[in-house]
Structures are given as structure tokens and as C-alpha cells.
């Protein structure tokens, strides 16, 4: 006698506020599970709920911040093994350096992503810097307790942190790329009246450049720099949460009407009777538009995933055909012609040049005025800019503002000179700092001095 197939009981529902799944915190399947994913995994713990869907675009931020982030850690990753493998004194950091480019295996590879990571790092916090500046998102718009002015000083406070951990690490090879480089930095300083030498100083440890200052540059680039960019990012990012998000939020906020309600007629049965009219209402208007939100997980974290994975990837691909200079061991009787500052401070090393003159036989300090005085200046500019621009808060998060036309018009020139002269001074200047054409040649010159 045939007997029917039993048919396996339905597997019973999960209790409220589990998931079986292992990795159900990276695909959550409603936004109940979107909303319980931040609060228990922890490494998303740092994103919000529900994220402002413009604010996605790639083409508004470019994700220059992400970006950022992903360069610095990739800076520790990969500093990590170099920690290990360099040694910093003046007798044997050059030898060390040389074995891990040609002794230790995928060393060259791993001291490639390093540098590149380095110098990539400074141009895309400088480029974030300028897209923030563009679209206003320094300013304060609809949400309350904002301080976007303040997470823009904090910007500006990063940039120079970034320049100096990439300066500090430029010497650490010792060889004569580096000793140079940093040669002609730290004299900028010593330009100053009065106090130059003793700053000078300060930064090198002594009057020469020797061994105290490569314990000291080798400290600022390992400990103390990186500690306090990383403090630093972590306020940037918890005031980003703090503000509502990205500035482009404000924008919409402020645009978007207010969305009320006719109050209904009612009838009220009270003692005396019934009473006709409108029932008690309250009247609310809502800056937040929950049409334009998505939940973080997975949006904003797949985003995130492609930005920094795709930056790993590009930085490794750069690595493998690109390879970190290696010159000649440090020698300070040996001066090269020309000495040039690392690239990012070349625009500056091109304005001391194009400042110092004679008048009536008096000599102007261009090392004081270009290197010193105008950089001070751009700074403070900077730093006040929130304060100083008076446009509209509908200009909070906005392309090119109308309202902010003439200030993005002089913010991008003063970017234009400062790219163009890192050009001049990259390519277009040669022996003595003469300037030379590309097709040009350089006349041969003794390399002692």
C-alpha cells in the first residue's frame, strides 16, 4: 500500500531582531534590517540611517573625501612593513631603503604604493578643499546647531597636516633627492627676520641637516603626524554627521515646501450639545525629505566599497609600472643644479624666485615674501572665509552659485597660479633656475660645486 510523501513542515520565522544570516548586516532585506545593521555591526556603525539620495551623485562630491581616507589608510597599511624594514640613521637608512627596493620581495612594489599614495594624497585633499569651496558647503543652511565653518577650518588644518607628512617622509631615503628637497624647504624658513635661523633649527635639529634631524622627521612621520591627522578625521567625519549630512541636504531642505494639512471638520459631543468646526491641530513643517532618503546599507556603503576599492586598485596598478626614484646616497658636498623643493611646494620655490629683486640697491627677501609671508596670508584667507562670505544660505551646496560667482571666479585663479607655477618649476626650470622650453637643452655642468 503506497503512503503520501510527508511534505517537511515551513521553517518557522525568525524572532524579531535576529537574522541567521552571517553577513545579512551587508544586504539587508527591508530597512528594518537596513536600521539594525548600523547599530550592530560594527563597522558600519559610523554611517547613518537613512542618507540624503543626491548626496550619492558622483558627480556633486566626487567622493574626493572617501577618496582621501582610503590613501591615508592605505599610507598605514603599507607603511607598515617599511616600519619594520627601514632603520633611520644617517649610516644606514640609504642601505636600508636600497634593500628593500631590490633585496626585500615586492618591496619595491610595497615602497611604490607608499610614495604614490603619499603624493595622490595631497592632491586629492587639495581637490576636496576646492570642491568644498565651490559649492559653498562651508556655509550653515536649514539644520540647527550646525558648524559646517568650523569643520572647514578643520579642512584647511588637515591640508597643511598633509603637506608635512608627506615633507617629513620625503627625507627618510637619504639620498640626494631627499637631503635637497629638504635643504631647500627648511632654508624658506630660515628666511625669516630675526627668528628664521631659530626655526630653522627647531625643524632640523641642530645646523646641519644630520642625524637629528632624520630621528626627528623619521618621529613627526610615523607618530606624531599621522596620530593627529587620524584625531582629526575622525572630528571631520563625526561633525559631517553632526551638520546632516553633506551640504547638498541644506539645499533641498530649504527648496522643498512645507507640506501641511487642511484640518478636517469634525463634530464634538460635549455637554451642552454638539459642537461643530475643526478639531485641535498642530501644524508642522519638515526639512526633511523622506522621498529624497535611502538607507545607508547598502547604498551609501556600496558606494563607499567602490570608492575605496577602486582607489586600492588604481594605486596598485600604478605601482606595478611606476617606481620610486632611488638616487644616490645624501653627500652634503655634492650640491645637484638644479635643487629643487618636493612638487607640491615647487609653486612656492617659483615665487621666492619670481619675488626677489633689487630696488636702488636694496634687495628684496623673496624667500621671506613668497615663502613665508604670502603663505601665512593664504592661510588666514582661508581660514576666515566662512565668516567672510556673506552669499545667501540658498547658496549652500550649489555648483558655481550665482550669488558666489565673483568669489569662485578669484578662488579659482588663485588655484590656476598655483598649478601653473608647480608646472613652471616641475618641468620649465634648469640649472641656476634658468627657465628652459621643453625642447630646449640644459647646458652640462659640473655637479660639485
Known sequence: MATAAKTPPPEAPSAPGVHPKPFWSFKPRSDREAGDAIVANFALHWFPAKVFKPSLDWNYSFWLGTISAALLLLLVVSGLPLLFLYVP????????????????TFGSWIRSVHRLSAH?????????????????????GAGRGQRREWNWVNGVVMLVLTLFLSFTGYLLPWDQLAYWAVTVGTNIAASVPWVGPQVRELMIGGRNIDQATLIRFYVLHVILLPGALGALFAYH?????????????????TLREKQTEDPALTKTYTLLGIARGTAPTIRAASLEARDLTVNAVPDLV???????????????????????PLEEAANP?????????????????????DTTFTIAGFTVNGAFLGGVILPTLILAVLTA?????????????????????????????????????????????????????????????????
Do not use: C
Open 89 to 104: 640613521s644617517v649610516e644606514r637608512a640609504y642601505g636600508s631603503v636600497k634593500d628593500i627596493e631590490w633585496v626585500v
Open 237 to 253: 567625519m563625526w561633525r559631517i554627521r553632526k551638520d546632516g549630512g553633506l551640504a547638498r541636504v541644506d539645499r533641498a531642505a
Open 302 to 324: 556600496r558606494r563607499a566599497a567602490v570608492s575605496v576599492l577602486g582607489t586600492f586598485a588604481v594605486i596598485s596598478v600604478l605601482a606595478s609600472f611606476l617606481r620610486s
Open 120 to 140: 595622490l594624497m595631497v592632491a586629492a585633499v587639495f581637490l576636496h578643499l576646492v570642491r568644498v569651496f565651490l559649492t559653498g558647503a562651508y556655509k550653515n
Open 333 to 353: 658636498l655634492v650640491t645637484p643644479n638644479p635643487a629643487k623643493a618636493p612638487w607640491y611646494f615647487l609653486w612656492l620655490q617659483e615665487i621666492v624666485t
Open 385 to 449: 572665509w566662512p565668516w567672510l562670505d556673506r552669499s545667501p544660505a540658498e547658496a549652500t551646496g550649489v555648483w558655481f552659485h550665482g550669488s558666489r560667482r565673483k568669489q569662485n571666479a578669484a578662488f579659482l585663479l588663485a588655484v590656476l597660479v598655483v598649478v601653473l607655477l608647480t608646472i613652471v618649476g616641475t618641468f620649465l626650470r634648469g640649472p641656476s633656475w634658468e627657465f628652459f622650453w621643453p625642447w630646449q637643452a640644459w647646458p652640462e655642468l659640473p655637479t660639485r660645486i
